[in-house]
């Protein structure tokens, strides 16, 4: 699926799952976030889920296209840095939908700078949102999927969490490697509860979350990437969905890139596309 607002098709890969996507709501722009296309891929995909964000309007939004397709879904307003929170989170999927199959750790938050100057309150926010807050949602969601027979955990990285990128973020990239060790740790400590935990790392998707970036820095980022195409928040959800499904059913403990093959290539492997593109 190439549009960035054309809706997926319906079907029946996840049907009777319930879900939680974090980090669901939609900011209303026409690039949509990950977390909302995440959360309406698996609604139309049969999916019952719960959309957790910090901004009730923006949650709503999703609610409304969900629900205009005829799918079902529920919001729970939430601090993913907040326990008692997550913890709200993880129990009204199971109160409002019977059981908790599904949890997509989507919610991320921002964190410039350089090691040698980033401000502690921005380090303290990443670290909250993109790492603590996940955790906290795997502490108490690991045990209802445990009692409901097992379930899927998706972690959404960023490959600046597993090399270092183009922006200077280290509070923010710290945190999305964690999270790719956070994911590992819980594919091995809960395989037995069939329990499985897989992370995707979009690379330079044209989603909500940087739909503010000037034109120039987008076509840049295109370039880069060895499929000369742009990503969006719908090639990421559809790695979700994939993980969310019985298709996946012995693959756990991977870190999946959604990249157009960013990171199977060396700087000088692709700086010939920009200098060829610079030429048109």
């Not at 296209?65 to 199971?94: F, L």
């Not at 401000?119 to 990443?126: H, Q, S, T, V």
């Not at 928040?233 to 019985?246: G, I, N, T």
Request: net charge negative; hydrophobic share 40%; aromatic share 4%.
């Amino acid at each position: 699926m190439n549009g960035q607002t054309e809706l997926p098709p319906k079907g029946e890969r996840i049907a009777g799952k319930a879900a939680i996507v974090t980090g669901a709501g939609s900011r209303g722009r026409p690039a949509p976030g990950i977390g909302s296309a995440t959360a309406i891929l698996f609604a139309r995909q049969g999916a019952r889920v719960v959309l957790a964000d910090l901004d009730e309007g923006r949650a709503r939004e999703t609610l409304k296209t969900i629900e205009s397709g005829g799918g079902k879904a529920s919001i729970v307003v939430a601090d993913v840095a907040e326990e008692e929170d997550c913890r709200r989170v993880a129990e009204e999927c199971v109160d409002r939908f019977g059981s908790l199959d599904i949890l997509v750790n989507n919610a991320g938050a921002p964190g410039n700078g350089l090691v040698t100057e980033f401000e502690e309150e921005d380090w303290n926010l990443a670290l909250d949102v993109n790492l603590k807050g996940p955790s906290l949602l795997c502490k108490y969601a690991v045990p209802l999927m445990a009692a409901g027979g097992g379930g899927s955990i998706i972690n959404i990285s960023s490959i600046d969490g597993l090399l270092a990128g183009a922006y200077l973020n280290v509070p923010y990239s710290v945190a999305k490697g964690g999270l790719v060790t956070l994911t590992k740790l819980i594919a091995v400590h809960h395989g037995r509860q069939n329990i499985r935990a897989n992370c995707i790392a979009p690379g330079h998707v044209h989603a909500s979350f940087v739909a503010s970036f000037p034109e120039r820095e987008r076509e840049r980022r295109r370039k880069i990437c060895p499929l000369g195409t742009e990503g969006t928040a719908w090639d990421v959800a559809y790695a979700a969905l994939y993980f969310a499904s019985d298709e996946s059913r012995w693959i756990s403990g991977v870190v999946m890139p959604v990249d157009g093959g960013l990171l199977a290539a060396t700087p000088l492997a692709v700086s010939g596309h920009l200098d060829e593109e610079e030429l048109d």
